[in-house]
Each structure stands twice: as C-alpha cells, then as structure tokens.
C-alpha cells in the first residue's frame, strides 16, 4: 500500500489490524517521518529551512506564517495538516497516522502530545489499532504537556491548560484543565479572549 492508498483507506477505517497492509504501510511512513524529523532535530536550522523540511514532512500541508522551535517529532507527517500562523513549541509529538489539523493562528506549547491511535483493550489483538482524527480550531491554546487523544475536537478560542488530558471535545471558548480535563472557565467577552 502506497502512501495515498493509505491515506484513502485512514479516511474511512475503524480499524487497522496488526499485520495488515495498512499496519505495514504505517511503519514505512514512520521510517519516512523519522528521517526528515531527524534532519530538522538535529542541525540548526533557519526559519525557512524548517519551513521547507514541514512541507516535505506534510507533503505541502503546512500554513504561511508556520513557526516551530525543533525538536518535533511525527509518525506519518503526510497527515499533518497545518494552518496558517500556528506556533508549535519544542517537543511535540505529532502521532498523525489518522489526522491532526490544526487551525489558523493556534499556539502549541513544549511536549504537547497529540495521540490519534489507541490500541485494542482486547489483550489477543492488542497490536492492533483504531485510530481517530484530531481537530483543532482557529486560535487555540494549548499548554505546556498536555495529551489530547484520539477523535478530540477542540472549538475555536479555547485554552488547554498545561498538563491537561483531553479525552472529550472542548467547545469554542472553552478554557478546561485537569486529569481528565475538565472544562474550568467561558471566554465569552472580547476582554477574556484578548488577556
């Protein structure tokens, strides 16, 4: 299975079973993702190299205005979508085998992980997986260390506070925290979205 099979088939799975095409196919784009994460780890690199090496990781999916401080580190990178203005901070793990977009403008603190994959509870078929996309909206905040897990949608404007395990979807203007997060505060007026 090639790259864009894959991808076909992740946009309608339920399921990848161990040793299956598809289970394949994610190890050889993890090998890919891991040497173009390395060359953007482990070298000093100008804005615009970093730029260069996310499109190649991406496959083009990464917004104007993109800044990231390495080290990043993906399992597909071909389904990483990025939009415009997004800062992601150090250490970051992007598992996007299933999907991980992130919205216009959004802030990624250091050693956010973003997990779209779970594996079967079932011990006999716990190599296998079932994978789930990761959607965030314009604006968000995510704290420092957060987890935010498989199928998670996050509304626009929301802040994840640092730390934080995001199990459910976050609603717009939401700011929520804790393990398992839990949503703490509105940003409903203009004043609380601007501090």
Known sequence: MDKDGFLEFIRHAD??????EAHSA?????????????????SYRTKAEI????????GGKVGEGFTLFP???????????????????SGC????????YIGDGSMIGHQVVFATL???????????????PIRVGKNVWIGSHATVLQGVSIGDNAVIAAGAVV????GANTVVAGVPARPVKRLDSETDTKR
């Open 15 to 20: 399921y990848i079973e161990a040793g299956s």
């Open 118 to 132: 779970n594996h079967d509870p079932d011990p006999s078929k716990r190599q296998s997986m079932i994978p789930r």
């Open 167 to 170: 199990i459910k979807d976050v």
């Open 51 to 58: 730029a260069a090496l996310m499109d190649e990781l991406t």
């Open 71 to 89: 080290p990043i580190y993906a399992d597909c990178g071909y389904n990483l979508h990025i939009g415009t203005n997004v800062f992601v901070n």
């Open 93 to 100: 793990c992007f598992q996007d085998h299933a999907g991980v």
């Open 26 to 42: 994610m190890h050889e784009l993890s090998e890919r993702a891991r040497r173009i994460t390395d060359r953007i780890n482990n």
